[in-house]
């Protein structure tokens, strides 16, 4: 527990939340301050005021009548108590003439004469219940004149409840400050550790499918905040990587499956080569047939390795803006005299100024593929037509089509799979991979590969023929 | 011919080695690229075959060194990988041909002689002859027998290639890269299609046959 609560303080989500409430009370302690300074300063001017009219007052005395008017005028004020300022005047010999002080405080006055000290206040001086228990210092604050002949005059005010309201403001403000940052890290806690146990099940998620299980998900919430956006996304990646997984496996099994018979063959030639006896002739023919098996099998892998390159987006295609008519010409080109030597007549039909964006090579390799399949397929007499048009949805397509036995409605979703083959192309040399490339080369480009019934006429004794259309999307306009 | 093999694995570099040998060359053996640069500093070789992933110093890096020392030893990359990029990646590091593992010896070795053959001294021919069989490039004729042969533009391409590398064994694949730039097998037989095209036009109309059929690997050109 005591881990696990460590593990939480260094959480992103409670530094942040600590950090955030740290400047929450830094701004409100700044703001409060502010206050203080204001009506501190306003009270203490407020009294300094008073303090310059009464010091005007006595100056006006001591204008009028010198230092006995000014005596006077103290004593008046102040006998009997209750004066509203404090007096003390004090003769050149520093012995006190009048007033409700006792003593004049020993204190530097600031740069404008002012003084501000503790004082007893004077027992005699009022209602005489007053108890000297220490607890009547009390806060003065005034200024001292230094009048000619060498009399001093103190006036002042009692501002004793004014500094305690000030002192009690600024304590006031300190504990508010303090309750702010408890508050604020108390919300950061609280709000921390549902971000934090959010995350957390995202991470048990992640931690299980480490583990091996594909299964588990990351919950979601649906609100598309961040969190259920990296819920979405993980999970859109779980799922991924176990269509991958599928994939791998079944192509691994598929793969034993079909190099079994490949091998198995090749192993059973050169058994019997080597127990072949003295015939020389007959023994290179074996092994050149043990080599033809092995160049087949290397096919299959080659072929393997390029659909899953392709497939898992590696590899880098060279995609570049290319003129299809080329491509298409070059392949007529190259199958044309295919066809001939194998009876089939062979048509194109090209439509040139068209421009997308593909990779010569694997465009050509796929073109091939199907090329292939028709010749493969259709038997002599047939026909085969390489079309390249320009569609009316706008998008650039390659169609071959042929007069062979075509692909029955219900295996034309199967035949792209990996390994596939019908039980017609058994007899057929072949890997099953022809058309997966096919389709992984035409999701490269970003295009559809749909195949169709062919142009043959069942009733003529040919097949209805296959139909097996590329199509890609124009390129954009170059700027 | 003197031929330096740089491959790491000393079972692969034996078998071409042997091969090579018994073709009536000479083949030296580097383990890593390193080793390899050194012997390719040190002596002459008409043509190096380079595997690309070694370690020390890989293939490339290898070529590369060379190359930046102005060494323009033909040199033939092997690769076990086998993508049109990293053709292009060997081509551009200073290779000069591209060759995916696993390959037929009679593969190795048409390209090997090839690329000797390309070494001689690079003058312009604008003609090329063959016992009786002349192509002039730059009027795009082929004679015969003092006898005008039409030929497609393919067709043309193709005899090229074969007249250049007259004597040689060439591959089909080597045919399907050099002439037609597709670096995929296709799994019919377009190649053999092709040249027996080109056959009944330069050969079948003449008492003395030059295209041969190399059986196991490919074809020749020969007088």
């Given at each position: 527990?005591?881990?696990?609560?460590?593990?939480?303080?260094?959480?992103?989500?409670?530094?942040?939340?600590?950090?955030?409430?740290?400047?929450?009370?830094?701004?409100?302690?700044?703001?409060?301050?502010?206050?203080?300074?204001?009506?501190?300063?306003?009270?203490?001017?407020?009294?300094?005021?008073?303090?310059?009219?009464?010091?005007?007052?006595?100056?006006?005395?001591?204008?009028?009548?010198?230092?006995?008017?000014?005596?006077?005028?103290?004593?008046?004020?102040?006998?009997?108590?209750?004066?509203?300022?404090?007096?003390?005047?004090?003769?050149?010999?520093?012995?006190?003439?009048?007033?409700?002080?006792?003593?004049?405080?020993?204190?530097?006055?600031?740069?404008?004469?002012?003084?501000?000290?503790?004082?007893?206040?004077?027992?005699?001086?009022?209602?005489?219940?007053?108890?000297?228990?220490?607890?009547?210092?009390?806060?003065?604050?005034?200024?001292?004149?230094?009048?000619?002949?060498?009399?001093?005059?103190?006036?002042?005010?009692?501002?004793?409840?004014?500094?305690?309201?000030?002192?009690?403001?600024?304590?006031?403000?300190?504990?508010?400050?303090?309750?702010?940052?408890?508050?604020?890290?108390?919300?950061?806690?609280?709000?921390?550790?549902?971000?934090?146990?959010?995350?957390?099940?995202?991470?048990?998620?992640?931690?299980?499918?480490?583990?091996?299980?594909?299964?588990?998900?990351?919950?979601?919430?649906?609100?598309?905040?961040?969190?259920?956006?990296?819920?979405?996304?993980?999970?859109?990646?779980?799922?991924?990587?176990?269509?991958?997984?599928?994939?791998?496996?079944?192509?691994?099994?598929?793969?034993?499956?079909?190099?079994?018979?490949?091998?198995?063959?090749?192993?059973?030639?050169?058994?019997?080569?080597?127990?072949?006896?003295?015939d020389r002739a007959s023994r290179e023919q074996a092994l050149e047939r043990a080599v033809a098996d092995t160049d087949e099998l290397l096919g299959i892998f080659n072929a393997i390795l390029s659909l899953s390159r392709l497939e898992a987006g590696e590899s880098r295609a060279s995609i570049q803006r290319l003129d299809p008519a080329d491509t298409a010409a070059d392949l007529a080109e190259l199958y044309e005299p295919v066809c001939e030597d194998d009876g089939l007549s062979f048509n194109s039909e090209?439509?040139?100024?068209?421009?997308?964006?593909?990779?010569?090579g694997l465009l050509s390799q796929a073109l091939a593929n199907i090329l292939d399949n028709a010749v493969k397929y259709t038997p002599s007499g047939g026909a085969v037509t390489l079309r390249l048009r320009q569609t009316g949805d706008g998008m650039i397509e390659f169609s071959v089509t042929d007069t062979g036995p075509g692909i029955p409605d219900t295996d034309r979703a199967r035949v792209t799979q990996r390994f596939v083959r019908l039980d017609n192309s058994r007899t057929k040399p072949g890997s099953?991979?022809?058309?997966?490339?096919?389709?992984?080369?035409?999701?490269?480009?970003?295009?559809?590969?749909?195949?169709?019934?062919?142009?043959?006429?069942?009733?003529?004794?040919?097949?209805?023929?296959?139909?097996?259309?590329?199509?890609?999307?124009?390129?954009?306009?170059?700027? | 011919?003197?031929?330096?093999?740089?491959?790491?694995?000393?079972?692969?570099?034996?078998?071409?080695?042997?091969?090579?040998?018994?073709?009536?060359?000479?083949?030296?053996?580097?383990?890593?690229?390193?080793?390899?640069?050194?012997?390719?500093?040190?002596?002459?070789?008409?043509?190096?075959?380079?595997?690309?992933?070694?370690?020390?110093?890989?293939?490339?890096?290898?070529?590369?060194?060379?190359?930046?020392?102005?060494?323009?030893?033909?040199?033939?990359?092997?690769?076990?990988?086998?993508?049109?990029?990293?053709?292009?990646?060997?081509?551009?590091?200073?290779?000069?041909?591209?060759?995916?593992?696993?390959?037929?010896?009679?593969?190795?070795?048409?390209?090997?002689?090839?690329?000797?053959?390309?070494?001689?001294?690079?003058?312009?021919?604008?003609?090329?002859?063959?016992?009786?069989?002349?192509?002039?490039?730059?009027?795009?004729?082929?004679?015969?027998?003092?006898?005008?042969?039409?030929?497609?533009?393919?067709?043309?391409?193709?005899?090229?290639?074969?007249?250049?590398?007259?004597?040689?064994?060439?591959?089909?694949?080597?045919?399907?890269?050099?002439?037609?730039?597709?670096?995929?097998?296709?799994?019919?037989?377009?190649?053999?299609?092709?040249?027996?095209?080109?056959?009944?036009?330069?050969?079948?109309?003449?008492?003395?046959?030059?295209?041969?059929?190399?059986?196991?690997?490919?074809?020749?050109?020969?007088?």
């Open positions: 527990m005591q881990a696990r609560g460590a593990a939480f303080l260094r959480t992103t989500a409670f530094r942040q939340t600590l950090l955030s409430a740290a400047l929450f009370a830094l701004a409100s302690f700044v703001t409060l301050g502010f206050v203080y300074a204001a009506s501190a300063g306003m009270v203490l001017r407020r009294a300094d005021s008073a303090i310059n009219e009464e010091v005007a007052e006595l100056d006006a005395s001591f204008q009028a009548g010198g230092i006995r008017t000014v005596n006077r005028y103290i004593l008046e004020r102040t006998v009997g108590g209750g004066a509203d300022y404090l007096y003390l005047l004090v003769h050149p010999s520093g012995r006190s003439l009048s007033g409700n002080l006792t003593y004049l405080p020993d204190v530097q006055p600031d740069d404008e004469g002012r003084v501000q000290f503790t004082y007893r206040r004077p027992a005699a001086g009022d209602s005489g219940d007053e108890v000297d228990d220490g607890k009547d210092d009390r806060t003065a604050r005034g200024r001292i004149i230094d009048l000619p002949s060498g009399y001093r005059l103190y006036v002042g005010l009692d501002v004793d409840e004014e500094t305690r309201l000030v002192s009690r403001m600024l304590n006031t403000i300190l504990a508010a400050s303090a309750l702010a940052l408890a508050l604020g890290v108390a919300a950061g806690i609280f709000v921390s550790r549902r971000f934090v146990r959010r995350l957390d099940r995202i991470n048990t998620v992640a931690r299980r499918v480490k583990a091996g299980d594909l299964q588990p998900r990351a919950p979601r919430n649906f609100t598309g905040d961040e969190l259920d956006e990296l819920s979405e996304n993980f999970n859109s990646m779980l799922d991924r990587v176990e269509a991958l997984m599928h994939r791998m496996r079944h192509t691994g099994d598929s793969i034993a499956h079909d190099l079994r018979t490949p091998l198995t063959r090749m192993r059973n030639r050169l058994d019997e080569a080597l127990r072949e006896e003295g090209i439509q040139s100024g068209m421009t997308m964006l593909g990779d010569r099953g991979l022809g058309l997966s490339l096919v389709q992984a080369i035409v999701d490269v480009h970003n295009g559809r590969f749909e195949l169709g019934e062919g142009p043959g006429v069942v009733a003529d004794g040919h097949g209805a023929g296959l139909r097996a259309a590329l199509c890609f999307p124009t390129a954009p306009a170059e700027d | 011919m003197r031929i330096l093999i740089v491959e790491d694995d000393r079972e692969a570099a034996s078998y071409i080695r042997k091969g090579l040998r018994e073709s009536g060359h000479v083949a030296d053996h580097a383990g890593d690229g390193e080793e390899g640069l050194e012997m390719a500093r040190a002596a002459e070789y008409d043509v190096l075959v380079v595997d690309r992933m070694m370690p020390r110093m890989d293939g490339l890096s290898m070529v590369e060194a060379l190359r930046a020392d102005d060494d323009r030893t033909p040199v033939l990359i092997l690769s076990a990988l086998g993508e049109v990029d990293d053709r292009v990646e060997g081509l551009k590091a200073g290779g000069d041909d591209y060759l995916v593992k696993p390959y037929a010896f009679a593969e190795l070795l048409a390209r090997v002689e090839a690329l000797a053959r390309r070494r001689d001294p690079d003058t312009v021919r604008t003609k090329l002859v063959v016992g009786d069989l002349e192509m002039d490039l730059l009027a795009r004729t082929v004679v015969r027998e003092g006898e005008e042969i039409l030929l497609q533009p393919r067709e043309f391409r193709l005899l090229e290639f074969l007249m250049k590398h007259s004597g040689q064994v060439v591959t089909r694949t080597m045919l399907l890269e050099k002439v037609w730039d597709y670096h995929f097998d296709p799994q019919t037989n377009v190649i053999d299609v092709h040249i027996s095209r080109l056959r009944s036009k330069i050969d079948k109309p003449f008492p003395r046959s030059l295209l041969h059929t190399v059986r196991g690997a490919g074809y020749r050109l020969q007088a």
